[in-house]
């Protein structure tokens, strides 16, 4: 019973997408059900790994390597978790945004599929697998990122679904290189077997590479600003929060599980500075942007970045209770911005639904019109900066000492440069809230749009930040070493 | 009582700041100008929020302490000594501001908003006091700082926005040197919860930043740009807890994380204690040509927080007056807490509170005397008995001219009250409203415990320190009051001299000239850079028929990003080439002797190189 | 062995290729074409691998993973078509009932998409 639940988080949300392309005049009501369920076995899948140790399956009654392995640990786990409950955050979400438009029939199959493309690779326990789930996943996302049919969103998202096949492309050569070197396909087999040859590490490379090209990471990020910004706001939510930290979980795992016998310091500090460089260009574009969701989408470009300074940390850092607390702290910090971009989005999708634009300078009226709105972002926001008692607070905390350590003193001066722009650019939005317009009687306006939002920004504050240690005791650690 | 009460202290305004955020205020034109009070019940949670607080400090014994190891990375509360002083006045002056807050505010535009954000600063604030960790302390420090920036602003107008954005960038860069001085902290003492003895070892940089970071809270010159600008932009109740206890919380953070009394500090506690000299001293003469009173009062703050900064420096200077010093220097804060927020409150009174009947003005007027007197240090009141304190600190200090440059500092302040009571009785605007018994209620009280201070906890010998430079000072009054009472031009061309925010009306100048400056010197460079651009934007435009407003434009090509793209690759390649698999990063799994066993063995993989 | 070389060599050569057409050149399907030509390398590359010595049965896992990853790139061509005709039927649109140049749309993917402010119905 425990094995066969790695599958409910994929084969539910595709059962919903079936159904709900079956029968798209109750689309959102099966939506909802369907994203409800996908939640909860995601949660239960959790709840086991938390329990007890990893876990593994294969599909399809044929043996490794034939046969579809699916695996649940501490990594996977932490991510499936962020999707479940930011993805159900997205489709309640949905159900209001898209009442009355007939957007929601083609959103709920292919958000849907999308959702199982995200479980897929989260859970896939070999390579050629999480080569279909991408690009299931850079599909559905690019055709969801369309769904407005406006210009810019349909060349956007054509650059991106672009983008995506020659990430995937590079992707595959890798995964052909490594099927010629070692004959095997599964991860746990082949982090036993990899050595340190030419061709494990140009596979390496063309994997790392491919999907970095998928993860926005700087200055791969071109197509992301457009492709997120021009999107409706639970698209984007998903596309910002979900889907690039599917391919950063994939470099995540291939360096430090699959390859760690093989990278070096030198190459983890080109992504480190490549990271480097998104944390500094994302936050100043994102200060410039002169509208919302393009300042949102210039923020996760930011908050690629820091995800990839923890590389030549984890890099340098010996195996013992400090690396684990920096590898726990990377997987907090995706997971932080995983809600707070998401709330933040679905918030920013209701300002602009709201004023009927979303240009910052212009938005006084309206921040103040929708006082939970305006607390979501701010909330969101405060995570985003990395303030206490946001994940990312802590997150921030754990790799500066992480940079003392292992001498790295430079990165410092990129956290800090990064989260003074990315407070700037924060207190930007929210100065707007402070006029001398009227506050309407009640505090939330529209329950159905607002909760989640609000909600998903208040656990990336308070949730992820006060209680910290579950990430911890999920990656099967100690627990911080202060 | 429960040690829970520490916990309680800060998370219940926490809690009630989200229900006081869901008030809705009335907004004023649909009832045609008249505010009523607002309805329900919510608007009286900012005085409920300082209440667990007050308890907890009446109640628990010195040393209770509460460890809370889930809370973030594991944090704990206590009530030390210093935390115990600085518990008392803070929830008390919270309380009087959240009383004055409450009934004001009630039925207002944003009430919600005003209340939720009191709330959270509150909370901050209480939070960073009962914490002994860092993690509390900078994340108590930071919400206070950053919720503050609401209480600054609220008002909405732009002189409100620019002070907020003022405030906003200093405490952002205090907050962020702050960041990095606990995180070298903790690096380098290996806890988090360091004692002085630990603290002894620390270098130069964390210190450094240390200061840099809660001297901008402090308002330690040039770092106090913000302080006179937020005072008179924020409400009443705003400023007095903004000028009573948020400012003292600069020195409760170098009290805990500087070798206090560990350890001779020449370098920095010289340092600290000359930069306290300097702000005491700059504030005085500036504050003196003033004429909004809170402004006045913002530099009266600025002065005695280099009093505070002065002694604390002398005390890192020569450890042995640590004992002392610290209990000394938690008393002053207090005191000065105290009075500053009640004439803050004070302001608000003389200015809100209705004329009629005829006594309530004059017996406002006479509390504001009373509490200037109190600041400047007078005999009988608590002024008096908190430099009393002081004496053994400024008389055991290395530099001998110390005690008499605060002699002078005195007659300084003590002239800066006067011309503050001079200014709030005969030039204040007044717009009185309803409401505001209750809150001249608990300013009474608050002007009783300053009254009773000095009884209470002072020596008979302490009640009339320094009693020759008050009255001094209050002889220059007296005749520069005369002066211009017979001719009321005669200070005009000083008064309004500097405005509020000094420094910063020289920053616009420097900045222009700098501007300039660097005009001129990168002409050459600048022409061709411009040169270049525009021939690219025009060759790009020729092409593309669109403008260059968007600076990406270039990376969305395909040539462009497809080559960063191959020449990350490169990179990538090179250095996994370059460097032999020595330094290998070992995660997972060690290197199983196994040879790979695989189905199709055409191709050999080639030995790693070695370089 | 070396028939498989050969034909592993030939495969990469293939991406290669592909990718310089797909930087290089810029009308959409061109650009397809060249990702259908990368795939194409790649599994030429994995059809080598699994060629196991003469009279030695193949190894079937490359060939299900090349048929695996045909449906992948059909679907993922017929996907970008879509796209790329929505995106003419919109420049033909607007060049009837404006009449402003569409050299910019027919260049398809530099298209600058903040240029304009979207609006939500």
């Known amino acids: 019973m425990t094995t066969d639940s790695l599958i409910l988080p994929i084969a539910l949300p595709l059962l919903g997408a079936l159904l709900t392309t079956a029968l798209p005049r109750i689309a959102p009501l099966l939506g909802v059900i369907a994203a409800t369920l996908t939640a909860l076995s995601g949660l239960w899948l959790t709840g086991q790994v938390w329990g007890g140790d990893a876990l593994n399956i294969v599909l399809g009654g044929w043996g490794l390597p034939l046969g ?257 607390d920096l590898f726990a702290a990377c997987v907090l910090m995706a997971v932080t911005h995983g809600f707070a971009k998401a709330g933040f989005f679905l918030a920013a999708g209701l300002v602009q639904k709201n004023a009927g634009h979303d240009r910052i300078d212009e938005l006084g009226g309206a921040a103040q019109s929708m006082p939970a709105t305006t607390f979501s972002i701010a909330l969101a926001g405060s995570a985003l900066i990395g303030l206490p008692p946001s994940g990312s607070f802590i997150a921030k905390w754990v790799m500066m000492r992480g940079a003392f350590e292992t001498g790295q003193w430079w990165w410092l001066i990129v956290i800090v440069t990064g989260t003074l722009l990315a407070a700037a650019y924060i207190f930007r939005v929210l100065s707007r809230a402070f006029g001398q317009e009227p506050t309407p009687r009640c505090f939330v306006t529209d329950a159905r749009a607002e909760i989640p939002a609000l909600l998903l920004a208040l656990s990336s504050v308070a949730l992820l930040g006060l209680a910290a240690g579950p990430i911890w005791s999920l990656l099967g650690f100690e627990g911080v070493q202060t | 009582m429960t040690p829970w009460l520490l916990l309680l202290a800060w998370v219940w305004p926490l809690l009630l700041a989200w229900p006081a955020a869901f008030q809705a205020g009335r907004w004023p034109s649909a009832l045609r100008g008249n505010r009523v009070p607002g309805a329900g019940w919510r608007w009286i949670l900012p005085m409920l929020g300082p209440l667990p607080a007050l308890v907890a400090v ?53 009430v919600g908003r005003f209340h939720a954000v009191f709330l959270l600063t509150m909370a901050g604030n209480l939070w960073l006091i009962v914490g002994q960790d860092l993690f509390s302390f900078y994340a108590g420090f930071a919400i206070m700082g950053l919720a503050a920036y609401g209480l600054v602003v609220h008002d909405g107008s732009p002189l409100a926005l620019r002070a907020g954005k003022v405030y906003l960038v200093m405490a952002l860069l205090g907050e962020v040197s702050l960041f990095a001085a606990l995180v070298m902290i903790a690096q380098q003492t290996g806890t988090t919860e360091p004692s002085a003895e630990d603290l002894a070892q620390l270098t130069g940089l964390p210190i450094a930043l240390a200061l840099v970071g809660l001297g901008v809270k402090a308002g330690l010159v040039p770092l106090h740009l913000w302080l006179p600008l937020a005072h008179p932009a924020a409400p009443v109740p705003a400023s007095a807890v903004l000028s009573g206890a948020m400012i003292k919380v600069a020195i409760l953070g170098w009290l805990r994380f500087l070798p206090v009394g560990a350890i001779a500090l020449p370098d920095w506690g010289g340092l600290l204690a000359a930069g306290g000299v300097l702000t005491l001293f700059y504030a005085l003469p500036i504050g003196l040509v003033q004429s909004d009173p809170k402004v006045i009062l913002a530099y009266s703050s600025v002065s005695k ?220 460079i600048n022409a061709l850079q411009n040169r270049m651009s525009q021939s690219a934007s025009s060759r790009f435009e020729r092409v593309f028929k669109q403008s260059d407003a968007d600076q990406e434009d270039a990376l969305r ?41 695989r189905p199709g063995l055409e191709f050999q993989s080639p030995p790693a190189p070695s370089l | ?88 039927q919109d420049a033909s649109d607007s060049a009837q009932s404006t009449s402003t140049s569409t050299a910019g749309l027919l260049s398809g993917l530099s298209i600058s998409p903040q240029s304009d402010i979207i609006r939500h119905e």
Request: aromatic content about 10%; proline content about 6%; some cysteine.
């Open chain 2, 557 to 597: 090509r395909w040539p462009i990003a497809g080559g960063l793209w191959i020449g990350i690759i490169a990179m990538l390649l090179l250095a996994l080439f370059a460097q032999s698999s020595g330094s290998s990063l070992s995660a997972a799994s060690t290197e199983s002797d196994d040879q790979p066993s």
């Open chain 1, 68 to 324: 579809i392995g699916v695996a649940a640990d501490g990594l996977s786990a932490s991510l499936l978790a962020m999707s479940s409950l930011v993805g159900l955050g997205i489709s309640v979400y949905a159900v209001g945004y898209f009442a009355g438009s007939d957007r929601g029939l083609h959103f709920w199959p292919l958000w849907l599929l999308l959702w199982t493309a995200l479980n897929g690779v989260f859970l896939a326990a070999d390579l050629f697998n999480l080569y279909v789930m991408l690009e299931l996943l850079g599909l559905s996302a690019a055709a969801l990122g369309a769904l407005t049919g406006s210009r810019e969103a349909v060349a956007a998202n054509l650059r991106y679904l672009l983008v995506g096949l020659l990430g995937s492309m590079s992707y595959l050569l890798g995964v052909a290189l490594i099927y010629t070197a070692y004959g095997t396909l599964d991860i746990s087999l082949l982090s036993e077997r990899i050595e340190p040859s030419a061709l494990a590490a140009t596979s390496v490379v063309l994997m790392t590479a491919g999907l970095a090209l998928k993860a926005a990471l700087f200055p791969l990020h071109f197509w992301l600003p457009p492709a997120h910004a021009n999107a409706p706001a639970p698209v984007s939510a998903a596309l910002s929060a979900l889907v690039v930290k599917a391919a950063f979980y994939l470099i995540l795992r291939l360096w430090t599980d699959l390859f760690a016998n093989i990278t070096t310091t030198g190459a983890a500090f080109i992504l480190g500075a490549l990271g480097a460089g998104a944390i500094l260009w994302g936050s100043w574009r994102a200060l410039r942007a002169e509208r919302l969701k393009l300042l949102a989408a210039y923020s996760t470009v930011a908050q690629i970045g820091y995800l990839f300074l923890f590389f030549p940390l984890l890099q340098a850092m010996p195996p013992g209770p400090a690396r684990d």
């Open chain 2, 58 to 110: 009446l109640t628990l014994s010195l040393g209770t302490r509460l460890e809370l190891p889930w809370l973030f990375l594991g944090t704990s509360l206590e009530l030390d000594a210093t935390a115990q002083v600085y518990l008392l006045f803070t929830a008390i002056l919270w309380l009087a501001a959240g009383i004055y807050a409450a009934f004001t505010f009630r039925g207002t535009p944003n």
């Open chain 2, 305 to 524: 927080m280099g009093l505070l900064m002065l002694c604390l420096g002398l005390v890192l200077m020569e450890p042995g007056l640590a004992p002392v010093g610290i209990a000394a220097i938690s008393l002053y804060a207090a005191q000065h807490g105290l009075a500053k927020g009640g004439l803050f409150l004070g302001v608000g009174l003389r200015k809100q509170a209705p004329g009629q009947p005829g006594f309530i003005q004059p017996l406002v007027l006479g509390g504001l005397m009373i509490l200037a007197l109190a600041l400047a240090g007078a005999p009988f009141t608590s002024g008096a008995v908190a430099k009393y304190q002081l004496k053994p600190v400024l008389a055991g200090a290395e530099w001998p001219w110390v005690a008499a440059a605060v002699s002078v500092a005195t007659l300084g302040t003590t002239l800066l009250m006067a011309r503050f009571i001079w200014v709030v009785s005969l030039r204040t605007k007044r717009h009185p409203q309803p409401g505001l018994l209750w809150p001249g209620i608990a300013w009474s009280l608050l002007l009783a415990l300053v009254i009773l201070f000095p009884f209470a906890l002072g020596k008979p010998a302490s009640w009339l320190s320094d009693w020759l430079s008050i009255s001094l000072g209050i002889g220059f009054a007296g005749l520069i009051a005369i002066g211009a009472w017979r001719n009321p031009a005669w200070l005009s061309p000083v008064v309004g001299l500097i405005p509020a925010g000094d420094l910063l009306v020289l920053a616009r100048p420097i900045g222009r000239l700098a501007i300039g400056l660097w005009q001129r010197l990168w002409r050459p």
């Open chain 3, 1 to 88: 062995m070396t028939a498989a070389f050969l034909y592993g060599g030939a495969g990469i050569l293939l991406f290669a290729l592909g990718l310089w057409s797909l930087l290089v050149h810029e009308p959409l399907l061109r650009k397809l074409i060249a990702l259908n030509i990368m795939g194409a390398g790649v599994f030429h590359v994995f059809i080598a691998v699994a060629h196991r010595g003469d009279g030695t049965p193949p190894d079937p896992v490359p060939h299900a993973l090349v048929l695996t990853g045909i449906v992948v790139a059909v679907s993922a061509t017929a996907l970008a078509l879509a796209l790329h005709n929505r995106l003419e």
